[in-house]
């Protein structure tokens, strides 16, 4: 299973590779078709751009972290049940929620708390550029930064769906990435702490079939950015913004459910037939040989 998951992984790294490639020639053929100051014309225009475009990102930053609605906190309180390993990934998770909520230029304002020092995540986090982004950092804890009356901490051990997301609210991201799924950790500290509701994003109910309940942070950041984006739809909402991996792989696997249910089924219906021709025959046979007897 592990080889083919590598083998897996690797397809997907060539694939983005090839694409990168594909891009950087057509680039180079365009340019190459160009005159020198056409060319010079080109760079001054592009480098405008994203000058422009980085500026205007930085407000849209700026804007969320003084004033931006609905709040979102990502609780790394976590990290000292990882190994190394998972807290690079928890890292490279709170980089990826960050750079949705900057390239959507959304609203949500985004809060990183039990960032202290003795974080065990923290040099992680450092070496990934964490605090040199706007966002709100905390030291403390969020159960001691926020008003428990508005805190939704989302958590797949949840009974009920989150149905919307509310511009007064905070909601509460476990910062969690374990390799082997430790249920309810998010959950029973929300509980410890006197945290009162608790939702599950509605995959169950609006997801693609057989989609994982289980999300990376930045895609539950992602999933909470565009649904404030569209204000609702959540058939949509989940379609863009559920990997495709994990769909794809979901699918397959209900797929060959669903195959493996149809094959039984064939099979127990060719049993019951022959069983109940064999019986035809026997009674075939006896009414044969009565005339005879």
């Known amino acids: 299973g592990r080889e083919r998951g590598e083998g897996s992984r690797e397809k997907r790294r060539e694939k983005k590779r090839a694409s990168r490639n594909r891009k950087a020639d057509a680039r180079k053929a365009v340019l190459q078709a160009m005159s020198p100051e056409e060319r010079e014309a080109h760079a001054k225009r592009v480098k405008a751009q994203v000058t422009q ?40 998770q709170a980089q990826m929620a960050f750079v949705a909520v900057r390239d959507m230029r959304s609203p949500i304002q985004l809060h990183f708390t039990s960032m202290g020092p003795e974080n065990p995540a ?26 428990a009356s508005q805190l939704v901490v989302l958590t797949p051990d949840a009974e009920q769906d989150l149905e919307e997301v509310e511009e007064d609210k905070v909601y509460v991201i476990g910062g969690i990435v374990d390799r082997t799924v430790c249920k309810r950790q998010s959950y029973d500290q929300a509980v410890d702490h006197g945290a009162a509701c608790f939702r599950k994003l509605p995959i169950k109910a609006h997801g693609p079939y057989g989609a994982h309940p289980i999300l990376n942070i930045d895609t539950v950041v992602n999933i909470l950015a565009e649904w404030w984006r569209r204000r609702g739809d959540w058939p949509g909402v989940l379609e863009q913004c559920l990997p495709l991996r994990r769909q794809a792989r979901e699918d397959t696997k209900a797929v060959r459910r669903e195959r493996n249910r149809l094959k039984k089924q064939l099979a127990g219906g060719a049993a019951d037939m022959e069983e109940s021709g064999s019986s035809d025959a026997s009674s075939g046979s006896s009414d044969s040989e009565s005339p005879g007897g």
């Open 122 to 147: 923290h040099p992680q986090l450092e070496a990934i550029g964490a605090f040199s982004w706007t966002v709100h950092r905390h030291e403390g804890c969020v159960w001691d930064l926020f008003d």
């Open 53 to 92: 475009r980085r500026l205007d990102d930085q407000a849209s930053l700026q804007r969320a972290y003084e004033s931006g609605r609905p709040r979102v906190v990502i609780n790394c309180s976590f990290s000292g049940t990882m190994n190394g390993k998972e807290r690079s990934s928890l890292a490279k």
